[in-house]
């Protein structure tokens, strides 16, 4: 099912489907260490001079463009955690390779390698760098392999242009020196050491968001910001602000990671979503509260089986339902859900749309348990107000109609 | 057959020798064993944090700071690793031609017990009925192949632990994550609730400052001192 665009213009910022925009553009909107806190550690220990930076610029960036290309080519169809070894023996590959060219530079040119003494035991810690595993996890798998190299290189501009300046204040701060030279007297010791980089990191961070947050008020950008919250993933937060969402007359908030919600008035569900068996990718993710607001649980649901058609009256169209795996002690009136993997969402069609003539119910659900779930990577994004609205209806349809 | 017996006994004599080696010598006894490695966990946890001091698991420090639920799994899987693969390496880098390798290809030696240690635990978890079986292996990934399961065994030969010693500086690697994940997880609910934080600062930016505030504190115990 598509969103149509109007109501997906409107209803949910552009995420996927924001205009294509320049791919350096995206090195500082979607940089590895400012936005998405990745590949911390060579920054922090290994970037303290000009030198030391540039050669982790050099190293991830080649790590990244091989990392992302491979895996958007080959490595997407293994298992995850065997993708996890492919990048780690890629690393493994690419340092011992940048080392063994190093050797042979400093042997053809007469000259000492500096650059790989300065950075020492830090150099093959490269081969684990986090950036590269969650780049090629969140991005590569998705793409075809000339966006993958697109989003590589966009990777490797953003971090190497934050470990090369952050390299650069260190030695200058620390040192008093520029590539290796005396340039001034002052010297801050301490700012070469890890938590300088942790600092340094945090105030670009918050120099970048700044930046994000005029764009936003201008208009020229949507999402950047929110995209460096970075809170904990609380579950009882996530609810309070849904329900808050809820009462200002929002749809609740949809997660890339955890799909959307549907608002249903349902039974009793265990309170942890994890406890819950992993089943296959489902459309539907769901969320309950009870009368008073209080949330329950959220998963993903497993459509509710088709009714039979009645032949002399319209048939009753139910909302989706949810069923509860076997393992389920609690005994559940309503819907029932199942936990799944998370899906990304993709454009999806709504159930209810503005554009489209509203039905009077629901629509059916899918079909029944001789029909195996449509595993699919489409969600369901449904306005919730329109939802009650239509839930609003046909309680009062039923309550006037005895039948 | 004579030649055979002298080959044997050559290497028997090699093979006493280098257990004695392991051991940490047969003439050291097993309290200063025990307390040496007291001193590397000490080391590990608190006098040069592996996470603050040290820089290393940063980035799995404030992923599973962000996440609740993941700090046990997360930092018993540090452990072992850190552990196994510390004293596997420390095994092979007492054979001589290891030994005399560059740093950068005993690296890649190290790099290679890891995997192939990740990969017999990640196949084992595959094959064997294990509860919760996907959430394991969507996570051994991210707890097992990261900078500081790395850089236990690369800093154990760079201090010259014995094998003792690197056992325990394995063991606490664990320690000193959760040290710092529960530390940093308790700032970020802080920092959460307090509103005057200005909008620029809010979320990682905070995040980064308060983990670095922490790796300052953390960077007093080493001794090191700090000229401004």
Redesign the interface.
Known sequence: MAKTKAWQEQEFPETDEQPRRHWLWQALTDNPLLVQAAGICPIAVAAATIRGGLLVAIITAAQLLLCELLTSLLLKKLPGWLRAAGYFAIGLGVICGAFWFSEALSKWTGTDSQAVRTVGVFLPLLAANSAVALRCEHRARQLPPGEALRDAAAAAAGYGFVAILIGTVRELLGWGSFWGRPFTEVQVRGIWMPFGGLLLLGALAALLKQVFLRLEEKGRLTGAAAAMEFQIEDWEVRRQRDLDLLDNGEAPSADPHEGTFLLLDNGMFPEDPAQMQMTQPLPLFLKSWDADGKPLASGFAVPAPKPAPQTKAPPKKEPPKAELPKKEKAPSAGPKMVRTAPVRPEPVKPLVSKQAPRPETLPEPAPAETEQPRVTQETVEIKISELMRLLAEQEEQEMNDPK | MIQNKRLARTFLSRFICAATAIGGGMEVSMKNNLLSMFNAGLYAVFLQNLV?????????A??T?????RLLSASLAISLFSAVTTVICQLLTTLPRLATLP???L??L???V??GL??LA?GL??LLPLPRK??V??R???YC???I???VP??SF?LGYSIFQGLAYGLTAGLAFAAATLLI?AG??TL?ENKAIP???????????????L??AF?GFTG?????
């Open positions: 603050f001091s040290g820089g290393f698991g940063t980035t799995e404030i992923r700071a962000k996440k609740n639920g740093f950068i290809w690296a890649a190290y790099g290679g890891l995997l990740y990969l990640a978890s595959v996907t959430l292996l969507r051994i990934g991210m192949l990261n900078t399961v790395f850089a690369l800093l760079r997880n970020m609910a959460r909008p620029m600062f809010f979320g990682l930016p905070a995040t980064l400052i308060y983990t670095g505030l790796a300052l960077t090191a001192p700090l000229t401004f």
